[in-house]
């Protein structure tokens, strides 16, 4: 669970992206919570195709999450391009 900080200067919570390939649905990512508050340092660490640069990637707006949902400093980046985040 996220504690419920106002100064939260990266929050997701649920965060999930899926693939469409021709055989089905591959999920990316699956609902990821995370909390990044100011000054904090957050490291990610894991197996090959769990997930990381997925995640980074939507962080960076570089991608848009299928489900979930992600705040950066405060904005709520729902539906936003690219550009805009």
Do not use: N
Request: hydrophobic share 40%; glycine share 12%; no cysteine.
């Amino acid at each position: 669970m996220i504690p419920p900080h106002e100064t939260s200067v990266i929050r997701a919570q649920g965060l999930t992206r899926t693939y469409t390939t021709g055989s089905g649905v591959v999920a990316g990512l699956a609902s990821v919570d995370l909390h990044v508050a100011p000054a904090e340092l957050v490291a990610l660490k894991g197996d090959s195709g769990s997930g990381k640069s997925t995640l980074l990637s939507l962080l960076a707006g570089l991608d848009a999450p299928t489900a979930g949902r992600l705040t950066v400093a405060g904005y709520d980046l729902e539906g936003a391009s690219p550009a805009r985040r």
